[in-house]
């Protein structure tokens, strides 16, 4: 599976580009799938709906289906975070995965980079990012894009992953 990452700080522009990628790969005819990496508790369903009933009252996994959709639910309850590798293999099989986040695991990144928050490059000292996309000029060991230029940043992930 060829899969390949967008990494950054927070308000980096991370989801943002990860947007616009999607956007633009599945539009040059490649289907795409996505993977987020949250810190936190978040939810997906909403208090009161069967879905959020069922998983309360300790349902180990929910699956909504309908003829749009289908989403399944896993409740980790007391067990580990699964790896990212794990994770990848419950996905069916696409053109390419989007990765956000994980910016630890050893999968290649590209890190968006915004000045404004005033965190540190990641590039530097991580050899798994393979270019960096800013809303400013740097001047790394490594290729450069405009944060806005998703063409350009699909272009160069595409050649990457071989498609």
């Keep these: 599976m060829r899969i390949y990452g967008v990494t950054g700080?927070?308000?980096a522009g991370k989801?943002?580009?990860m947007e616009r990628l999607?956007?633009?790969i599945t539009g040059r005819g490649f289907s795409v799938s996505t993977v987020k990496h949250a810190h936190h508790t978040f939810e997906v369903d909403h208090p009161g709906k069967d879905s959020h009933r069922h998983r309360i009252a300790g349902a180990r996994?929910?699956?909504l289906a309908s003829r749009n959709r289908v989403a399944l639910m896993h409740e980790l309850r007391d067990e580990d975070e699964p790896t990212l590798e794990t994770l990848l293999t419950r996905l069916s099989?696409?053109?390419l995965v989007l990765i956000e986040g994980y910016k630890r695991d050893v999968h290649p990144k590209v890190e968006a980079y915004r000045t404004e928050p005033g965190n540190p490059l990641i590039a530097p000292?991580?050899?798994t990012i393979r270019a960096v996309a800013s809303d400013t000029?740097?001047?790394?060991d490594r290729p450069v894009f405009d944060l806005d230029d998703t063409a350009a940043i699909a272009d160069?992930?595409?050649?990457e992953v071989g498609l």
């Design 9 to 11: 700080w927070k308000n």
């Design 15 to 17: 989801t943002g580009l």
């Design 22 to 24: 999607v956007a633009e």
């Design 61 to 63: 996994e929910v699956l």
């Design 93 to 95: 099989p696409v053109d």
């Design 125 to 127: 000292d991580d050899p």
């Design 137 to 140: 000029p740097l001047t790394l």
């Design 156 to 159: 160069f992930i595409l050649a």
